[in-house]
């Protein structure tokens, strides 16, 4: 069995395969850490392996520390990925959108792909037929945005995600609700369609923990799955196990 754990800017999170099947999947704040990982061990004692793709700040001691138990290994970019990385600054990738771009080949081999991972940030990443990485693009996550308007204004409060009543906002509240999350809707909209322009055909993946929230609004057709960096890894894994 496979312990994969995405360490988010957030929140950590993490899944237990075995194979390609997905046994368990846990969200926990990063101060809870070890107390969560030793139960984990304790609900799948057949755990052998643990992969770590990071993007957040937690000390790789935490993680060595179950070295006792478990095989650690953590995703970075000196492994062996399943496309050829052609980013100007190939090291200043986010380990999290290589794992994203990496299970997009291994699970929809042969085709154009664009993963959005909607997140703190929303990120847009795109590997062509040939298992090329061209690129993408980064912009705020719809929290960020909330945040943003509270915070960088006199007056404006700060706001949960909700689903605005309409378009046309008729109270201060509204009106912030309907600019963030319409405003994100079409702008992932957006750029899909400006992909559409360039790439007759190709697969969306919309991931992240907006991904349920956001694929209902969208109009374009999408692959909506919530768990798909977790699944990622898993899948990084197996292809890295097959080719080392």
């Known amino acids: 069995m496979l312990l994969a754990i995405d360490v988010g800017n957030t929140r950590i999170k993490g899944a237990v395969f075995e194979n390609d099947s997905l046994l368990g999947h846990f969200i926990f704040l990063k101060k809870d850490f070890k ?3 030793e139960k984990i061990l304790k609900d799948f004692p ?3 392996f643990l992969v770590v793709a990071s993007v957040g700040s937690l ?3 935490d993680f060595l520390d179950f070295g006792e138990k478990l095989k650690v290994h953590f995703i970075s970019h ?3 990925f399943p496309f050829v990385n052609l980013y100007e600054t190939p090291k200043t990738l986010g380990m999290d959108r290589m794992v994203l771009a990496a299970g997009a080949v291994l699970q929809f081999p042969k085709q154009n792909r664009l993963v959005i991972d909607a997140g703190t940030c929303i990120t847009y990443d795109f590997v062509d037929e040939n298992d090329n990485y061209l690129g993408g693009a980064i912009s705020p996550g719809l929290r960020l945005r909330y945040e943003a308007l509270h915070n960088f204004t006199a007056r404006l409060p700060f706001l ?7 378009i046309i906002g008729n109270s201060t509240s509204q009106s912030i609700h309907s600019g963030v999350v319409n405003g994100a809707v079409n702008e992932i909209d957006g750029f899909i369609n ?3 322009q360039h790439y007759s055909k190709f697969t969306i993946i919309l991931t992240g ?3 349920d929230f956001l694929a209902k609004r969208l109009k374009n057709t999408i692959f909506a799955n919530s768990n798909f960096l977790l699944e990622s890894l898993s899948h990084l894994f197996q292809y890295k196990i097959k080719n080392d």
Do not use: F
């Open 35 to 37: 107390k969560n990982i």
């Open 46 to 48: 057949k755990t052998a």
């Open 59 to 61: 000390d790789k001691n």
């Open 78 to 80: 000196e492994d062996s």
């Open 160 to 166: 949960e995600l909700d689903s605005p009543k309409s």
């Open 194 to 196: 400006d992909y559409k």
């Open 209 to 211: 923990g907006d991904a």
